[in-house]
């Protein structure tokens, strides 16, 4: 089989090929699919008393909703793991392939009822996000029913990762797959949800920067990094309506994650996470925002930690040696500017040890509030022209400066001008 697109009909191949011993997507078969299909149906109960089922089926009589309606859907179950579904002549509206279910035929229709994200019979969405009708073939609507077999749980509903590899996505959901069978053949739902306390966006990259995925240390890691990056995503149809939350990461930022991990730097997230509640409440969603924002963009750190380091009146505090690190293998891995970033500890070094400390305080004063009026190239050419000042520079430095969004190499520049002794000394 090939990936569709979809997220989560890929995420439900992935799982079905998995669960089969494929090593690839490309390796699964409609038989495949449907033995994974039996499975969920002879562990619905399970599912059920786990309160796992509650976020993929909401109007749905395996979930105590419309019990009337259970023997018809009982029969749709067991005609779509069996491959006796009636068919008709059309496009699926996830794959394009021909034939989908014939839900007149079938007595059953291929609604709401099994899908994640459903808002109503008839809004958008209503079955997945962007697909607006109900055409759909046995394959895709069976990707979607084993969802519930490898999608871990937290605060804001099950969540996945979405690769565009047919090889990568089976390894993808491969934790899932490890928790949610443990849970189901002990009866006992320790480990599904997540530990991350947060919600949204920041709670998607908390548990993504801590995946053994990108741990090449860990043997369930990938084999590789996604060429094309990954999408975390986690949805819920509860409480004020159906939605979800996404966060698209480049290959550069996975790369990333595995050497944060590698270093033992990677609980640094969380401790910016506590920060920003602490000192920052009311703009804690603005500050997540930006942080998730310049990991999913490939933009700077810098200008995110510059905030946190200058914090509110009174609290300014140095950059500490684990931040130091971090910004360092971000600059380098994710942004790939590692000569930036060199450039700029080297001149960083040099007001730190080499000028005299009033000289010295007052550049890092003048830096630290660098207006629209006065750039960072001004700042450095009238000190290096009082020659007591001790401040040089060299001509590369001076390209690595000038090159790149101005916020960002200021914002740089002043954070390793401000980190702990111990930091810097690389």
């Avoid at 109900?134 to 690769?163: E, N, Q, T, W």
């Avoid at 942004?335 to 007001?351: G, N, P, S, W």
């Amino acid at each position: 089989m090939k990936l569709t697109g979809n997220p989560f009909v890929d995420a439900g191949l992935g799982i079905a090929a998995s669960k089969a011993g494929c090593g690839s997507v490309e390796e699964l078969s409609s038989d495949d699919l449907r033995r994974s299909v039996q499975h969920l149906h002879a562990n619905i109960l399970n599912l059920k008393n786990l309160k796992i089922l509650a976020s993929f089926w909401v109007n749905n009589p395996f979930m105590g909703k419309n019990l009337g309606q259970k023997p018809k859907f009982e029969g749709f179950l067991r005609d779509l793991e069996t491959g006796r579904l009636p068919a008709k002549a059309a496009s699926c509206q996830v794959c394009g392939q021909s034939p989908v279910i014939n839900e007149a035929a079938a007595g059953c229709q291929a609604d709401r009822s099994w899908f994640p994200l459903a808002g109503s019979g008839d809004s958008d969405p209503c079955t997945l996000p962007g697909l607006r009708g109900k055409a759909v073939c046995a394959d895709c609507l069976s990707a979607v029913m084993v969802l519930p077999l490898g999608c871990r749980s937290c605060p804001d509903g099950p969540y996945f990762i979405h690769v565009n590899e047919t090889d990568l996505q089976a390894q993808a959901v491969s934790e899932g797959i490890a928790v949610l069978a443990a849970a189901i053949s002990a009866n006992a739902g320790a480990g599904i949800t997540h530990g991350t306390a947060l919600r949204g966006r920041i709670a998607l990259l908390d548990i993504v920067s801590g995946s053994v995925l990108w741990d090449h240390s860990q043997p369930a890691r990938m084999t590789r990094i996604p060429e094309h990056g990954a999408t975390i995503i986690s949805f819920s149809n509860r409480g004020t309506g159906a939605c979800f939350n996404e966060l698209h990461l480049r290959a550069q930022a996975l790369s990333f994650f595995g050497a944060i991990t590698e270093a033992g730097v990677r609980g640094v997230f969380l401790d910016w996470v506590k920060e920003v509640q602490r000192n920052f409440k009311k703009g804690s969603a603005l500050y997540f925002d930006q942080l998730c924002d310049c990991v999913e963009e490939r933009r700077s750190l810098a200008p995110f930690l510059l905030a946190l380091v200058k914090g509110t009146r009174d609290r300014e505090r140095q950059l500490r040696s684990e931040e130091h690190k971090m910004l360092q293998i971000y600059e380098d891995i994710a942004l790939q500017k590692k000569e930036r970033f060199d450039a700029l500890q080297r001149l960083a070094r040099r007001v730190r040890r080499e000028m005299p400390a009033r000289y010295a305080d007052s550049f890092v004063k003048q830096l630290g509030n660098l207006g629209s009026k006065r750039t960072l190239l001004e700042l450095i050419k009238e000190f290096c022209k009082k020659e007591s000042t001790g401040l040089t520079i060299t001509p590369s430095e001076l390209r690595v400066i000038d090159n790149g969004p101005a916020n960002e190499v200021a914002s740089l520049l002043y954070l390793l001008c401000m980190t702990e002794e111990d930091g810097g000394n690389a």
